[in-house]
């Protein structure tokens, strides 16, 4: 599905990601950790096409994504990033619907099999029932879903995630991770809670300044001692006794260290 | 239910050009009823030759063009300020107004009389500021809306300033033609205008319609518009020209008419939806509508004499607008 070898992308002189390689297959839930400023945001963008990486090879669907028109692009992968309220009153079905533009053309309209998909897309992020609101009156997991139910209208083969669950109280972010992991579509989701990504990814990539640390399965890329390396602090990782998921927490610094 | 709310106003709307169309008809020094509009319209004999030209020749031509202009400025302002993600653009955001006072004063003060016209003068004048802001703002791909929009005033200040130091030493009674050109007037408009400024408005419209898409897009934010597919640096290029185009067009055409970009889209949403078609063609027909009527009380108001339409808009326009802003938040 997507297949990144030996990517590497530079701002001036300041090398922001070296030699990444990984690859995600259909179905699966790729989480990308690290401390800020690891390059995972860099990442995503390079993946939608918003950068362009200086050497390594980028494969969506078996082709190079430089080979991607903008519009074929944003009907093979979309993107739900940190969300920002409209300018003017739109309304949540208007949001939704914006995602048929890359399949439409100039003049085209919205046939009836459009508007079938913005209310599936609706129905599968609760919104139906708000589907005349105004944006504005949304809460801020409900604003999350519309975007995602935008992305959904786009029909894509892939969806990426930026912090989907930033500024989101702690059962809207359960929330949107469970309802992307339903939808059945490959994610590749930048996350800052490690315990969030523990709980929903399948793989996990560690990011550390701008180098691939470690790739793999949740349990193969949660140790303890990678851990306190990357993020600087004593880490512990256990077996949550119930839910069968890892859990990382970390633990004060001796004083020293901090020093 | 909105897309009720939005068939209703715009019934409305149209049905109230229509009649505000043939009512302008019978407005005007020379007393003609609707009757006789009627009968000319359709080609009836047995009208007077005298009434047959007043209406095809000063009435008609007149109206339509008023129609065209606040169409035009209204679809112009609407564009604008999805394409900049700004509330407060509007069609003479370029330092246009500007650039056209500038022409027109050096045409008439500066240069020999009559060895180009106003019209002509102006519309080289705002084309000039539009293509000084261009040029200034080249290299930062309109990634910065903002900056844009600043250049173009700081354009405005700069080219009125040059103007207002020629008509300071100018004579009195060229520098009076040029102050109340900018003011704003169709009545030196003909068929001859009609041709020039239709195809430039129905293109304008067209671009717009064809793009409502991306321009929604935009309402969120250049990132998500991209992520859509949207080429927002090649979007934002085309429609800022188009705009600045059928501005220079207009401008040249009849002067400065001030408000009518920056507020009927404000209006217009209020009433038909915030989605870029809507808002195109409910602007198209409340810009025209708007316009006839500005048009009509500055040609009958005062006996013999035209007040300009810049005054009117300016006055009308804004306190139509702060009532409807004290009754609800737009």
Known sequence: MLELSAVCLRFGAKQVLHNISFSLQKGEFIGIIGPNGAGKSSLLRLIQGALSAQSGQILLKQRDISCFGTAELARTLAVVSQTTAPLFALTVEQVASMGLLPHKSWFELNSSYDRAQVKLALQKTGLSHKSSDVVDTLSGGELQRLYIARALVQQPALLLLDEPTNHLDIQYQHQILQLVKALGIPLLACLHDLNLAAMYCDKLLLLHQGRQVAFGSVAEVLQPELMAQVFGLPCEIALHPRLDKLQVTFMPACAERLC | ?330
């Open chain 2, 1 to 330: 239910m909105l897309k009720r709310h939005y068939s209703l106003a715009m019934s409305v709307a149209l049905l109230l050009l229509l009649l505000s169309m043939l009512l302008s008809l019978t407005l005007g020094s020379a007393s003609l009823t609707l009757a006789d509009i009627v009968s000319v319209l359709s080609g009836q004999p047995g009208v007077s030759p005298l009434a047959d030209t007043i209406i095809w020749q000063i009435r008609l031509p007149r109206l339509v063009c008023a129609v065209l202009v606040g169409a035009g400025l209204a679809v112009c302002g609407a564009v604008l300020q999805n394409a900049s993600r700004n509330p407060l653009a509007d069609p003479y955001l370029f330092g246009l107004m500007a650039g056209a006072g500038l022409g027109a004063t050096l045409v008439s003060v500066v240069l020999p009389p009559q060895l180009i016209s106003l019209a002509l003068g102006a519309f080289a004048g705002a084309l000039f500021a539009v293509a000084l802001v261009f040029t200034v703002c080249a290299g930062q791909r309109w990634h910065k809306v903002e900056m844009t929009l600043l250049a173009g005033v700081a354009v405005s200040f700069m080219l009125s300033a040059i103007s207002s130091f020629i008509l300071y030493f100018a004579e009195p009674f060229a520098a009076n033609r040029v102050i109340f050109w900018l003011m704003g007037s169709l009545s030196r408009t003909d068929w001859h205008s009609v041709m020039l400024l239709a195809p430039v408005v129905v293109a304008v419209l067209l671009l717009a319609l064809a793009l409502r898409r991306q321009l929604d897009a935009l309402l969120l934010s250049d990132e998500s518009a991209r992520t859509l597919g949207v080429n927002t640096t090649r979007l934002r290029l085309i429609l800022l020209l188009a705009t600045a185009l059928l501005t220079a067009c207009i401008v040249a055409q009849c002067g400065g008419i001030a408000f009518v970009g920056l507020m009927i889209p404000h209006i217009v949403r209020h009433f038909f939806g915030v989605t870029s078609a809507r808002l195109l063609l409910g602007c198209a027909v409340v810009g025209a509508l708007f316009m006839i009527w500005v048009d009509n009380l500055a040609r009958t108001v005062l006996p013999q004499q035209e007040i300009p339409l810049g005054v009117i808009t300016s006055l009308v326009g804004s306190v139509f607008f702060l009532l409807i802003m004290r009754r609800q938040r737009l």
